[in-house]
């Protein structure tokens, strides 16, 4: 791979740096031979990266060309958006009131090298910003609002007087991106799985995660395990396998979507997660499409009597981004409803309202690139309604679980199942199937499912991880030979 720093002048960045080539935008955007490079990382130095200018078409053409570009112009866009800003002070809203307590005025601006500031208390706060807006160089201002502090924008910056210090710092983060660790020698490409080891109940445990590297290495994939402060590093891989519970509102998106933007492969990809993270989607969705389901109300305040008319007693209010059974309430009766529609009416202007049907346990059909991988049943936790019950204490406890071939799971259950994972894409799913009565509804489908060591894996054993990362090689190569790489 060849590396190239782009700037408006030669003389912006005039000292030598081996393996990293230093060229004018007007060069990279014009020479035939450099747009015929196919694998190339690309820094943007210019200095702006206003719409049509140089340093916008820079990057504009290098993903065109395959290259990878910093910034892309996702990130370009996200610098210019005041929506993006909100969001990365939302998201950091701990580390920017810790980071910046001692400061007695009521702005504060803060100048972003490649991840780091002169001032090497501000690091951590530094390199959070980059990865949320991975550009070389970055301005973030800060104002205090009733004592507390909010970002309230980001920008390009041109530096000046700390010239020396983002000399250094550039120099030693590129020569870091160059000097990678060589793959060895049967493996052909880089796959990111992205793990949170602080979470209580991740869609796969350490053991799974083992096993997955393993099969991954085995198949010629040079693996590491990345978290959310990896974010910036995401366009150094072919492949992104999500293993945390995602979410939209959540930096697992925002993951999926960059790694999308980039030319990766990405298990879940961002079109997934949207469409699986919100109920009131999937209602509509396979209602469209015909595929059964519980009896269904779209709840908001003023069709109350639509949900008593159509569901009767007891039903099931659920949050539209609810998962785990958290955000998930049956409703006995008309005073039990009225007691719990505020508290979850005011976290969403819609819910979702389903009649209930009891069942010992839910079919979970686990689906990728349409063929289904293995049945599963899961049963309720005892003497409750739900596979899982969160007690007071915060302790979550489970039922049992059976994982069978998929041959020996009912036709019908794995034609609903394969029916519903189609209307979403063609990722790695879950289906939740509740069979009653000689027929089957589908309750949700899941993107991110669960495969743990001793649960989903008890039929397939090493074989189940080996399949899931083999499609994931085979969608890798299918897209290196359609770039032409």
């Known amino acids: 791979m060849r590396f190239f720093i782009i700037v408006d002048q030669l003389s912006d960045w005039n000292f030598p740096l081996q393996g990293i080539e230093v060229i004018t935008a007007k060069d990279y955007l014009t020479n035939e031979e450099i747009a015929q490079v196919r694998h190339a990382r690309v820094f943007n130095l210019c200095r702006s990266y ?15 060309r395959g ?8 990130t370009i866009s996200d610098l210019k958006s005041p929506a993006m800003t909100r969001f990365a002070s939302d998201e950091l809203e701990e580390m920017i009131q810790q980071s910046l307590k001692h400061l007695k005025s009521d702005k504060f601006t803060l100048s972003v090298y490649f991840g780091k500031n002169v001032n090497h208390a501000y690091d951590r706060l530094s390199g959070h910003l980059f ?27 041109i530096p000046e007087e ?21 793959k060895r020698a049967n493996q052909r490409y880089d796959l990111a799985i992205l793990v949170n080891p602080n979470e209580k109940t991740p869609p796969s445990d350490k053991k799974a995660l083992a096993k997955f590297q ?7 994939f040079e693996t590491e395990f990345i978290t959310k402060d990896d974010y910036n590093r995401i366009a150094e891989f072919d492949a992104l396998f999500v293993r945390e519970t995602t979410s939209v509102n959540h930096h697992t998106y925002r993951f999926a979507r960059r790694a999308h933007a980039e030319g990766l492969v990405v298990i879940d990809d961002p079109d997934s997660i949207l469409k699986c993270s919100n109920k009131v989607y999937l209602s509509e969705v396979l209602n469209r499409y015909k595929i059964p389901m519980p009896k269904t109300v779209i709840l908001q305040k003023d069709n109350i009597d639509e949900l008593i008319e159509q569901l009767g007693f007891p039903c099931v209010l659920k949050q539209p981004d609810s998962s785990f059974s958290n955000g998930v309430v049956k409703v006995n009766d008309l005073d039990h409803l009225h007691s719990v529609l505020p508290e979850l009416l005011d976290k969403s202007d819609l819910l979702i309202a389903q009649e209930f049907i009891p069942t ?38 489970s039922g049992k679980h059976e994982t069978i071939p998929v041959g020996n799971a009912p036709k019908k259950v794995l034609s609903a199942a394969i029916k519903a994972a189609a209307v979403i894409g063609n990722g790695l799913y879950g289906v939740d199937i509740k069979e009653f009565e000689d027929q089957c509804y589908v309750i949700e489908v899941n993107d991110n499912p669960s495969v743990e060591s001793g649960c989903e894996d008890e039929v397939l054993h090493d074989e189940l991880y080996e399949k899931i990362i083999w499609t994931i090689m085979r969608r890798v190569e299918s897209m290196k030979s359609w770039n032409g790489k």
């Open 214 to 220: 393993k099969a991954a290495e085995k198949m010629g």
């Open 162 to 182: 700390h010239v020396p210090f983002v000399r250094e710092v550039a120099t030693e983060y590129l020569a870091g991106k160059r000097v990678a660790v060589k």
């Open 50 to 64: 206003r719409y049509q200018s140089f340093g916008y078409y820079v990057s504009l053409l290098a993903e065109a």
């Open 360 to 397: 010992p346990f839910d079919w979970r059909i686990t689906i990728f690139d349409g063929q289904p991988l293995f049945a599963c049943k899961y049963f309720m936790a005892r003497r409750h309604w739900q596979i899982y019950e969160t007690l007071n204490s915060g302790k979550v406890l």
């Open 67 to 74: 290259h990878k570009p910093m910034p892309n112009v996702q």
């Open 131 to 157: 990865s949320q807006f991975p550009a070389p160089l970055i301005q973030a201002h800060f104002q205090n609002l009733q004592g507390r502090w909010v970002l309230h924008n980001i920008h390009t910056l």
